[in-house]
């Protein structure tokens, strides 16, 4: 009898150890399959990103112009869209929509050192043009008040869409 309440133990143990294996697994491939949707998810939502607005170079005048983008969808914009899809196009710049007052957008890059040293002043201005252009798009928005640490190429302050008329 000893016995056969011994083998009922380990096949009992057995059966419960294969369960947990079967149960963790499971639980694995449901992260997993998580995980994957979620990256996804967001790989479609950056690469759908279009800034409305974008500066072409003309080699010929050697002058910059802002053109419409006739890709964007304006019924979709929104700080959060727009901050994608600045991000996709700059993904070394990382900025972030901070509050808004009257007609005003508080932008803040925490590092700048891209903008302000590395892109150069050309690479710079089209960058403050295609954010400003982009976040005055938005319903009130008249003036964006880009928030970061002034540099040799960029400064930061308050940026309006006639700012930037030499570039048409």
């Known amino acids: 009898m ?3 309440k011994i083998n009922f133990f ?3 143990c057995s059966v419960l150890i294969l369960l947990n294996g079967c149960i963790n697994d499971s639980n694995v ?6 995980d994957t949707l979620s990256t996804q998810s967001k790989e ?5 990103a279009q800034l409305p607005y974008e500066v072409n170079y003309n080699e010929e005048t050697g002058r910059f112009s802002i053109v419409e983008n006739s890709e964007a969808e304006a019924t979709s914009l929104n700080g959060e869209v727009l901050v994608n899809a600045l991000k ?4 070394e710049i990382d900025i972030r929509v901070g509050d808004k007052r009257n007609d005003t957008l508080d932008v803040f890059i925490d590092d ?7 892109i150069g002043t050309a690479g710079a201005n089209a960058y403050m043009a295609e954010a400003t252009f982009a976040f005055t798009t938005l319903d009130s928005i008249k003036t964006v008040n880009f928030i970061f640490e002034a540099g040799d190429h960029a400064s930061p302050g308050a940026y309006q869409r006639s700012d930037f008329d030499d570039f048409h």
């Open 88 to 91: 996709k196009k700059y993904p």
């Open 10 to 12: 380990l096949i009992a």
């Open 2 to 4: 000893n016995r056969l």
């Open 112 to 118: 700048a050192s891209y903008l302000t040293q590395n």
């Open 29 to 34: 491939n449901e992260n997993e399959v998580t």
């Open 44 to 48: 479609v939502e950056n690469t759908s």
